[in-house]
């Protein structure tokens, strides 16, 4: 079979399951199955593909029809320009996210900070922010090890181990040191509204990393509670929420002492993040 009619074949079986991007994602499937870049694959399409080759992209169209996620299927998501790596232990990271980055790098590109990363994941904002300022050192924590191994293996990927920390406990746990900036993107969902949300995230990614309580605010309070005792005075907490919650997080980290700064929104106009000083 040549690239041309295997692409063909994989767009028409993942368009048939209602996967909206059937073409990218057969494209992509191919491509990691030819061990080549999907660049190189397309400027093939007359070219015959082996048996291994093939064999390997029907396994991955199997998945993909089931909804399993592209990124864990190629074992990488791009943020921030680079290649993260991923797994099923780790949430995957998403643009939105890149907006408390950017924000952040230019808030402290000139500044010498230390940086705490609450539930790391794949360590992708503790990376990206230490990849853009370059006098600045990290601690990521997270309670899951196989997503501490995740993450460390991106600062190695990086280059960035030497600057970062990593810790597999409960962040509620950590005394001593304290911190100019603390950036946290905790689980947010409530717990009734998972069964809501799409096969791709709900049957796939670590519940542990959506799963917000009752009111989806749990893990959210406990960052902003805990922050307290672990930023310098007038440090700042970037966090991470959910639609429609910027009302209640906002009163939660008034009555904890904070003066918020400003709040992000994200590409369809909606606050995700804010930004706040501890007085």
């Known amino acids: 079979m040549k690239v041309l009619d295997a692409i063909k074949k994989g767009s028409k079986l993942l368009k048939e399951k209602k996967i909206p991007t059937y ?6 499937l191919l491509s990691k199955s030819l061990n080549k870049s999907r660049e190189e694959t397309l400027i093939n399409l007359e070219q015959n593909i082996d048996k291994k080759a093939l064999s390997d992209f029907n396994k991955y169209l199997i998945r993909r029809s089931k909804k ?6 190629l074992g990488e998501k791009e943020f921030w320009s680079r290649k993260f790596l991923v797994n099923k232990n780790t949430l995957i990271p998403r643009p939105e996210t890149e907006l408390l980055v950017e924000k952040l790098v ?5 500044r010498r900070i230390s940086i705490l990363d609450i539930g790391t994941g794949t360590g992708c904002i503790i990376v990206s922010l230490l990849s853009e300022l370059n006098n600045c050192t990290g601690t990521a924590v997270d309670i899951s090890s196989k997503a501490i191994m995740m993450a460390k ?11 970062i920390k990593f810790l597999n406990k409960p962040f509620e746990d950590l005394c001593g040191k304290k911190f100019d900036l603390i950036v946290s993107n905790p689980p947010y ?5 998972i069964k809501n949300l799409s096969d791709d995230i ?7 990393a959506l799963d917000g309580g009752n009111d989806g605010l749990d893990l959210i309070k406990k960052v902003i509670y805990k922050s307290k005792k672990l930023l ?6 970037a966090l991470e929420f959910g639609n429609e919650q910027i009302n209640k997080v906002s009163k939660i980290l008034i009555d ?7 709040f992000i929104k994200d590409h369809g106009n909606n606050a995700r993040c804010v930004f706040a000083e501890y007085r």
Do not use: T, V, W
């Open 23 to 28: 073409i990218l994602d057969s494209e992509l």
């Open 68 to 73: 399993e996620p592209i990124a864990y299927l």
């Open 106 to 110: 230019n808030i402290f590109i000139k």
């Open 153 to 163: 293996k991106n600062a190695c990927k990086f280059k960035l181990s030497d600057r």
């Open 189 to 193: 969902i409530k717990r009734n509204d």
């Open 202 to 208: 709900k049957k796939f990614e670590p519940r542990m």
């Open 232 to 237: 310098k005075i007038n440090g700042m907490l």
């Open 256 to 262: 904890n002492k904070f003066r918020i700064k400003c």
